[in-house]
């Protein structure tokens, strides 16, 4: 974006008087800081803003200002669609496609008000007249950062707003492990002097786990995680029974497949859970050169960034474990590709 466009939007959004903030579905600690940093420091502005997401987020990002005021559209659909349609300006945060948002994406679609594409994954489709987009970037919290600095300059963003963009940064890069780029420690160093509350982030996002989920972790590892040497793969499949079992909520499996990343020799690791509505979700991780995203876009539905990304399969677990296992010889025969390009 050019600061003439900057400068248009600020007057877009000084004139607003029902400013929407939407990320995708299921969202992560990135969509939901991303969203609700983006939301306290336009409150500083002096602007309305509302956080809509289509379900709900994780129990351990409750603890992030003002958490409880996001409405969900599956448990607030008519509010919501209300809302949508009243809505003079929509800021669109952290996915590509209006696809990732099922119903909200034709409510976002049909409101001709001005839209604002904030993203870090490749090759978005979303149409908006704004868009402020990198891919090499630690995540959309990051790129919020930059975006507001530039849409009001010299404004202080706050230590609510930045505790959200810290806590986004920090877990879409796995606590720096992962999608780090150059700028990615500098923008944390700003946002902590900002006021963002690093033991706040810290404790409840990797040091606060619920009896249930510290159970189902040890189950994972010690009796579902597998592990394939011959092509560094690594994966743990847990069934719809099996998450029952350990009474699953939404978060609870959050980093197990970075776990299994952790083991000598892994190139890959998958975690598949299988979900109630038919489906298995899959996410990837890899290290280094060994890139998951075109493999994931390509057997899975799905997409991400190089070393981390996201798919779904439709059917059980045991077929996505079968799919994946076929597929192994194509994701190194791609990867072989890359290098040699």
């Known amino acids: 974006m050019t600061q003439e466009q900057f400068s248009k939007l600020q007057e877009i959004a000084k004139g607003a008087k029902n400013i929407a903030i939407i990320s995708h579905k299921n969202p992560d600690g990135d969509a939901i800081g991303s969203s609700l940093g983006l939301r306290a420091f336009l409150f500083r502005q002096q602007l309305q803003a509302r956080v809509i997401v289509p379900d709900s987020f994780p129990g351990f990002l409750r603890f992030l200002p003002e958490s409880k005021s996001v409405w969900f559209f599956d448990k607030m659909k008519d509010s919501a669609t209300q809302y949508l349609k009243g809505a003079d300006l929509i800021f669109i945060l952290d996915f590509n496609t209006l696809k990732r948002i099922e119903e909200l994406g034709a409510l976002i679609e049909n409101n001709p008000c001005p839209k604002v594409l904030i993203d870090h994954h490749p090759d978005p489709e979303v149409k908006a007249q704004f868009t402020y987009h990198r891919v090499n970037v630690s995540s959309t919290s990051e790129l919020v950062y930059e975006f507001v600095q530039k849409l009001f300059p010299g404004s202080h963003i706050g230590a609510k707003a930045a505790t959200c963009l810290y806590a986004g940064l920090v877990t879409d890069t796995g606590s720096f492990k992962h999608n780090l780029h150059e700028r990615t420690h500098i923008t944390a160093g700003k946002l902590l002097q900002a006021g963002a509350d690093h033991e706040a982030v810290m404790l409840e996002i990797f040091d606060s786990n619920s009896f249930n989920r510290t159970r189902l972790l040890g189950y994972s590892l010690y009796e579902k995680l597998q592990f394939d040497p011959a092509n560094g793969l690594a994966?743990?499949?847990?069934?719809?029974?099996?998450?029952?079992?350990?009474?699953?909520?939404?978060?609870?499996?959050?980093?197990?497949?970075?776990?299994?990343?952790?083991?000598?020799?892994?190139?890959?690791?998958?975690?598949?859970?299988?979900?109630?509505?038919?489906?298995?979700?899959?996410?990837?991780?890899?290290?280094?050169?060994?890139?998951?995203?075109?493999?994931?876009?390509?057997?899975?539905?799905?997409?991400?960034?190089?070393?981390?990304?996201?798919?779904?399969f439709e059917g059980t677990v045991e077929q996505a474990v079968e799919k994946l296992k076929a597929s192994i010889p194509e994701l190194i025969k791609m990867n072989l590709q890359n290098l040699q390009s």
């Open 235 to 312: 994966y743990i499949a847990l069934s719809q029974e099996e998450l029952k079992r350990f009474e699953y909520k939404k978060g609870d499996t959050e980093g197990f497949v970075n776990l299994a990343l952790g083991i000598d020799g892994v190139k890959m690791a998958v975690l598949l859970t299988e979900l109630n509505d038919g489906l298995t979700k899959l996410s990837f991780r890899s290290h280094g050169s060994f890139e998951v995203n075109g493999f994931a876009a390509k057997f899975f539905s799905g997409g991400g960034h190089k070393n981390a990304a996201g798919g779904a």
